[in-house]
């Protein structure tokens, strides 16, 4: 089996199929389709079992080994750092990133898909890697924006578009570099992001294992978030009954309450999220290589080869959601008879121990995108009935055109 030209066509015939083989099938030659949410879970969870970072192939070609390092102490930095970032200061600090980016285009005409992608980047990028000189930011989102161009744009795969981007990526990694490298002999400030627990692990780590370390997070931030957001806001426009509950819980919340603890204390926000994630999770299809043999039913996983992942298929699927294409965050509620069936069943973020460091984060940042839509902003969509959810790398609204306004 190929893989048609178009997403939406490769992710329709392999749910056709997931639904009729159980979940586990070879969707071509080379790829096993890994659809089933306890197979999905195990045989993640084991490859990446004490993964190692190894060395680049620059080091191993000029004979500069370097201390094994394991990927979940990386993990834990990120963790805790992410935790001292999880108060309501540094919360209301995001908010206010986010609003000046919103203010800066109110009453203009503007895709609100792009919008929301440079909503987030620039609202998380200080979580990445925070002290940034206007230039050097510039530099950086640009090369986030080119991989993100990637991967929407039908002229991405141009000569011309390829140099350039090429480009980006030298001169962002540059200022990645030159961050660290001053961080760590004292001629820039420390600051508290997800970066600087690497600057006193570089001589374990050394420079180039650590600039694809903070790469990573640097390429976390740019898309997936965007895109999320942007399908919140178009289940905002779609779905006007459940604006109408959001904007009644978000008025009434007490604002300190909820930049401290925002799940607890606007619930029903919570389960919206919850839900547009579970429709529209990025990105739809994960590729990854098999380290181990699994014996998964009447299918074996051998080392070496390669299989697919999908939080997109699994929250489709019938066995193990009811009215899985129907949008409910009711659904979430305790006992709801429609609920996952249990927790392997929804994951938005990936499966442990590689979920995303950033799932609290981003589920923050989706429901102050919602606190602003209910109390700072009116959101006026253009023919909101003409707007399709596109699937591509993950799902994308189409025509989605409107306005923001002050309230």
């Known amino acids: 089996m190929t893989t048609p030209q178009h997403p939406e066509d490769f992710l329709s015939s392999i749910r056709t199929r997931s639904a009729r083989e159980n979940g586990i099938f070879w969707v071509d030659d080379q790829r096993l389709g890994v659809f089933e949410p306890e197979a999905a879970r195990r045989v993640s969870a084991t490859n990446w079992h004490r993964f190692v970072m190894h060395d680049r192939l620059v080091d191993m070609v000029r004979r500069r080994p370097s201390p094994e390092m394991r990927w979940s102490r990386i993990r834990s930095a ?37 919008l ?27 090369d986030l924006e080119m991989k993100l161009l990637r991967l929407v ?34 001629r820039r400030g420390r600051e508290q992001d997800l970066a600087d627990p690497f600057v006193d692990l570089l001589p374990e780590l050394g420079m180039d294992r650590a600039l694809d370390v903070v790469t990573t997070v640097l390429t976390a931030i740019g898309g997936p978030p965007g895109t999320a957001a ?86 489709r699927d019938e066995r193990v959601w009811k009215q899985p294409d129907v949008f409910d965050p009711d659904r979430f509620l305790p006992g709801a008879p429609h609920g996952p069936t249990d927790r392997t069943c929804y994951v938005p973020f990936g499966w442990a121990p590689k979920k995303c460091i950033g799932a609290n984060l981003g589920t923050v940042q989706l429901m102050a995108l919602c606190h602003l839509l209910c109390t700072r902003y009116r959101l006026d969509a253009e023919r909101p009935e003409k707007i399709t959810m596109a699937l591509r790398f993950a799902p994308v609204p189409e025509n989605f055109r409107g306005r923001l306004a002050l309230r």
């Open 78 to 114: 990120w963790m805790t750092q992410l935790h001292a970032l999880a108060t309501a200061e540094h919360h209301g600090r995001l908010i206010e990133r986010m609003e000046r980016v919103m203010d800066a285009r109110v009453g203009e005409d503007v895709d609100l898909t792009m």
């Open 116 to 142: 929301m992608q440079d909503v987030t980047l620039r609202s998380l990028l200080p979580v990445a890697l925070d002290g940034l000189t206007c230039a050097e930011a510039d530099l950086v989102r640009r």
């Open 153 to 186: 744009s039908p002229e991405a795969g141009s000569v011309w578009h390829r140099l350039r981007s090429v480009s980006a990526q030298v001169r962002s990694g540059l200022v990645v570099r030159r961050v660290l490298r001053q961080r760590a002999s004292g």
């Open 230 to 315: 942007a399908s919140l806001l178009y289940a905002f426009v779609r779905y006007s009954e459940w604006q109408r509950r959001l904007a009644d819980e978000l008025c009434a919340v007490d604002p300190v309450a909820f930049r401290t603890a925002p799940t607890s204390a606007a619930p029903v926000t919570h389960r919206f999220v919850k839900e547009v994630l579970r429709m529209w999770s990025p990105p739809l299809l994960l590729v990854r290589r098999s380290k181990y043999a699994f014996d998964l039913g009447g299918t074996r996983l051998e080392p070496g080869q390669w299989y697919l992942l999908s939080p997109h298929l699994i929250h």
